[in-house]
């Protein structure tokens, strides 16, 4: 299994960065694009690293926020993709934050220029190794987002979807923000396939809480007893896990690689950065600032 970054928060002097996520996974001989991030720059990400998406068998949109959709058309339009688009029902929701005033945080563009496109309800196998989950029970945890119908409601984020990637150790479950609540969505993964997750790779969506808050949430994690855990994007507080999970914490950022050779049984990160070195001394490092999500 690989799993490519192609654009999230942390700066990075090598690749474009931004605050958005989108990431290349690979397994079994099939490639999956998970979210496109804010702009077109994955794209432009992808052909620094010299990778061919128009490959791609399958996209996946975690949820409706611009953060994450947004470089799906001009994906289309570079590759001419015309395979299956999965989203969440509740996709076309109108979607809002509020901090002073509501401010538009959507998808940008109308699903009706979108081909092939498959919503999920609950759960949906998509391949031998790949099934997508939605419809979590929700935790609102400080949140502050809205969807627009006649009035502004408390956005519950039915859409949310977490890909489950089965190998022969358990689950690898991509997150794109875990809106719905980290533990809610690996607890009712379990819940519904009774396997053992094995990893998590995505964002938790906790850098809007206390560092008391978190602190319960990772406590919860590390019950699961997982193998390797990836906080990207919107989680924040990369040296609390480190911490807490040591070497099975994985910090990334864009155009990292985290690999799982099955015949070895382990997990290895090959970094783009020249000075791997510094980089392991490091503790936060830098998030692209000017949004709030």
Do not use: W
């Amino acid at each position: 299994m690989r799993i490519r970054v192609l654009i999230e928060n942390k700066e990075t002097p090598f690749f474009i960065s931004e605050h958005g996520l989108s990431l290349l996974i690979e397994y079994n001989n099939k490639k999956i694009l998970f979210d496109t991030g804010k702009s077109s720059n994955f794209i432009e990400n992808a052909k620094k690293l010299r990778i061919d998406l128009s490959k791609i068998d399958y996209l996946v949109l975690s949820h409706a926020h611009y953060d994450h959709t947004t470089g799906t058309i001009p994906f289309i339009k570079e590759y001419d993709y015309k395979n299956k688009i999965f989203v969440g029902f509740g996709f076309t929701n109108n979607k809002y934050s509020l901090y002073d005033e509501y401010e538009y945080k959507g998808i940008p563009f109308k699903t009706e220029d979108l081909n092939n496109l498959v919503y999920v309800k609950n759960n949906l196998i998509i391949d031998d190794d790949f099934s997508l989950y939605s419809n979590f029970k929700y935790e609102d945890m400080n949140s502050h987002f809205y969807i627009l119908n006649k009035n502004y409601e408390k956005d519950n984020f039915i859409e949310e979807l977490c890909l489950a990637i089965d190998t022969p150790k358990g689950l690898v479950l991509v997150v794109g923000c875990s809106h719905a609540g980290i533990c809610n969505i690996v607890d009712e993964v379990i819940k519904r396939t009774k396997k053992k997750i094995r990893g998590i790779i995505g964002g938790f969506h906790l850098s809007n809480l206390s560092i008391d808050e978190c602190s319960k949430v990772i406590e919860k994690l590390k019950k699961y007893d997982l193998e390797f855990i990836c906080p990207l994007h919107c989680t924040g507080y990369d040296s609390l896990f480190r911490k807490e999970f040591k070497e099975k914490c994985k910090i990334l950022e864009v155009g990292d690689l985290l690999t799982l050779d099955e015949t070895k049984k382990e997990y290895k990160m090959r970094s783009n950065k020249l000075l791997d070195e510094e980089y392991g001394k490091q503790t936060d490092r830098n998030y692209k600032d000017g949004d709030r999500n």
